[in-house]
């Protein structure tokens, strides 16, 4: 167990949606990153927040939006989907946020858009 | 743009044989690389990692190897294990830059 909580496990949701995947980092990391991995390819880093404000940006698209809280928890809301954005979207997160710190990764939230 | 390919998509080994996971990169400017394996239904996990100031960094039954002339790494791992079975994922980041890259992993499979 990696201490990230992602939330739902799975989501199945329709083209032109809007949804909202939930992560809570590991008790004592301060940054949190999203990466979306499609089939059979790498993971494809999203974005990165440190201590609630944004650090790093990847290949985020202008529909997909992200934050982090006071609390450290972090969402990333995927709106008007499309069939191309079903993929596995993990959340990690790193105690120090910089690059030799490792990411403990939570389990992933499987999105399906039809 | 692919800057961190491992060109294998899967690998069988037998048990106690050695296992060696190999990467190559063309981002010049990456100097810190990592070893993630997954489990299905699982999140990656951090295996190993080496900076480019070194060319080899042991960890018990895992060593990873970095070729910086030839932008190349790998992951031996020995002896193997019917546990070591999983996806491998190498990635790689240049500086303080957090935009680590993943390659698209390896699937090892290591038969008792």
């Known amino acids: 167990d990696s201490g990230v909580t992602q939330t739902p496990k799975h989501l199945i949701t329709a083209t032109g949606q809007r949804v909202t995947l939930r992560c809570s980092p590991r008790?004592?990391?301060?940054?949190v990153y999203w990466y979306q991995q499609s089939l059979d390819q790498g993971l494809q880093f999203l974005i990165q927040?440190?201590?609630?404000?944004?650090?790093a940006k990847g290949n985020i698209l202008e529909r997909f939006s992200a934050q982090q809280f006071p609390d450290l928890h972090s969402e990333l809301n995927l709106s008007s989907l499309e069939l191309g954005d079903s993929a596995l979207y993990f959340c990690a997160s790193s105690v120090t946020g910089r690059v030799n710190s490792p990411l403990h990764f939570g389990n992933g939230t499987r999105l399906t858009v039809t | 743009d692919q800057q961190v390919k491992q060109n294998s998509p899967s690998l069988s080994v037998q048990e106690g044989r050695i296992s060696i996971l190999n990467c190559d990169y063309t981002?010049?400017?990456?100097?810190?690389f990592l070893w993630y394996k997954k489990y299905p239904a699982e999140g990656p996990t951090f295996l190993i990692s080496i900076s480019s100031i070194k060319d080899k960094n042991e960890d018990g039954r895992f060593t990873v190897f970095l070729n910086k002339s030839a932008k190349h790494l790998s992951l031996h791992i020995v002896p193997s294990q019917p546990g070591d079975s999983a996806v491998y994922f190498c990635a790689a980041s240049e500086g303080n830059n957090n935009d680590m890259r993943f390659g698209a992993g390896t699937r090892l499979t290591v038969k008792p």
């Open positions: 981002n010049s400017m990456f100097d810190y």
């Open positions: 008790s004592g990391d301060l940054s």
């Open positions: 927040y440190y201590n609630g404000e944004e650090r």
